[in-house]
């Protein structure tokens, strides 16, 4: 256990150490959660992706300055991760298309985390989950999707190309 945890924590100064100095990760992942929260009636979607690829790629998309961490730029980074998002990003509930609001975004060290709702969802069978994030930036992209209803977790790894999971509850 001991050696174990030594090696966790070389690995997490090694990357803390590579981003600081610059080096690029090597894995290109994101990951999405979606809740079902039966009191309210609500799906509740947290992402999070790597803060310096997601910027690259909203750079890219949308031709404009981007820096998810300037207070300055709040706003106007709101706005394309908004767009960004919910265009990469969607669901079917018991086979309906639904609607994702935007909340926001916040930065947590390297990645950034997104957060969405849908609103009047009374009970849930079954959620599909369409995810493209930074596909259009990496051929080698993973997204880890978890799929959550009470106490039962749905979980998988979804590899560039693939985009789809369907969790039946």
Do not use: W
């Amino acid at each position: 256990m001991m050696c174990k945890l030594k090696y966790i924590l070389l690995f997490l100064c090694f990357s803390f150490f590579s981003v600081k100095a610059g080096i690029k990760h090597p894995l290109h992942v994101s990951t999405a959660e979606i809740n079902f929260n039966a009191r309210d009636k609500t799906l509740e979607v947290s992402c999070k992706i790597f803060s310096d690829d997601f910027e690259a790629i909203l750079a890219k998309l949308y031709k404009q300055k981007t820096d998810l961490s300037n207070p300055n730029m709040k706003s106007a980074m709101d706005e394309l991760v908004k767009k960004y998002l919910l265009t990469h990003l969607q669901l079917k509930a018991n086979g309906k298309a639904v609607a994702m609001n935007y909340i926001g975004f916040e930065i947590d060290h390297e990645a950034t985390n997104i957060y969405l709702e849908v609103e009047k969802i009374a009970a849930i069978k079954s959620i599909e989950v369409t995810d493209s994030i930074l596909y259009d930036m990496f051929d080698d992209q993973m997204s880890i999707i978890h799929v959550v209803k009470g106490g039962n977790r749905k979980s998988t790894k979804i590899l560039y190309p693939e985009k789809k999971f369907t969790a039946n509850f």
